[in-house]
């Protein structure tokens, strides 16, 4: 979700392992530098998996210079002045901590000890004001919530939301990463095949049960948010997600009457306007208009359809909202990223 400057994104990463397989993970290591003509200073630096392997698996010890583990190419290092950890919060760092030292300048880095802070790629940062305004709160609220590659942690230090509120703000926002009700899995669970190739499809009547679990499951979120009272903004923002929900369940209901009659007009209505993406109106109108008429290839043509729900489109005022929200509110955003 893209946000404005002006609203805290925290780069997160948890602590877990690090695995073989994974030359771009790493572990923050606490180090000594000694330089050529400088005063020796002590900090962190990330070591990455690849360097191991390129020593043949070979890990270094504590108090061992680490300076032959680095590849050729490597001219520079990273160094980390300070690692911050905030009671029931990941370590990380402060934005601007992190100081690129040239290897020529360094006689030697030794280890003094390993971390259990790991990752992949980048570490988790935040702004010296964010790190002021989380330590100076007398207590905070935080709510997690999962993507596609990453993990965001909402944290709320402020009283004007209460935490039913609040957990309700983030638990019901929508999630473009969110699996959902979903017809193909409804028929996965009561054992219910799907095979292309080979022709292997539900029959109608499994097809029906279906679409009444999926319309079940979207109105009870229809229902969750349909009193939303909290402020004019979360209230404008969730009357929008109740339009894309009934979108979607249009999208689906026209899918079934398309199913159980052969009538395709209304749909093919549907998808060409602005309800869907429009790149692909012409992709999904050919594909029902050279379907051919008999229940086995309309099956087909459901199953195709029901897979291409994401051209359902998601209003942009959504990301918007959201994003004045969660300014409104002083809410801080910590992405954390999964290896």
Not at 116 to 127: D, K, Q, R, V
Not at 200 to 215: G, K
Not at 216 to 228: A, M, P, R
Not at 250 to 278: A, P, R, V
Request: proline fraction near 3%; charge should be negative.
């Amino acid at each position: 979700m893209k946000l404005p400057s002006f609203i805290v994104v925290i780069l997160i990463l948890f602590t877990h392992s690090i695995f073989a397989d994974c030359p771009h993970c790493f572990t923050v290591i606490k180090v000594k530098i000694t330089y050529y003509n400088e005063v020796p200073e002590v900090g962190y630096l990330k070591f990455y998996r690849s360097y191991e392997i390129n020593q043949n698996d070979n890990r270094p010890k504590e108090h061992e210079n680490l300076i032959r583990y680095f590849p050729e190419t490597l001219d520079t290092i990273q160094f980390i002045d300070t690692i911050y950890k905030i009671k029931d919060l990941p370590s990380f760092i402060e934005n601007k901590s992190i100081r690129k030292i040239a290897l020529k300048k360094i006689q030697a880095i030794y280890i003094i000890e390993w971390t259990n802070i790991t990752g992949a790629c980048e570490l988790p940062n935040l702004t010296h004001e964010s790190i002021q305004k989380l330590t100076s709160c007398k207590s905070f609220i935080s709510k997690l919530k999962s993507f596609n590659v990453h993990d965001e942690i909402y944290i709320y230090t402020d009283t004007i939301l209460d935490t039913k509120e609040f957990n309700f703000l983030i638990e019901k926002s929508y999630n473009y990463a969110e699996a959902g009700p979903s017809v193909i899995t409804f028929l996965n669970s009561k054992g219910i095949k799907i095979n292309e190739n080979k022709n292997i499809f539900p029959s109608e009547r499994d097809m029906n049960l279906a679409f009444e679990y999926y319309f079940g499951q979207i109105d009870e979120k229809l229902k969750s948010i349909s009193d939303v009272n909290i402020s004019n903004n979360v209230n404008e923002y969730f009357d929008l997600l109740k339009k894309y929900y009934q979108k979607k369940k249009d999208y689906y209901s026209l899918i079934q009457e398309y199913l159980n009659s052969g009538e395709s007009q209304s749909l093919i209505d549907f998808l060409n306007t602005d309800n869907i993406y429009s790149y692909y109106n012409s992709e999904l109108t050919n594909k029902i208009s050279n379907t051919q008429d008999n229940e086995v290839e309309r099956i087909r043509t459901v199953i195709y359809l029901i897979k291409k729900e994401y051209i359902v489109k998601v209003d942009p005022r959504l990301e918007e909202l959201f994003s004045r929200i969660v300014d409104d509110y002083n809410i801080i955003i910590l992405s954390v990223s999964w290896d």
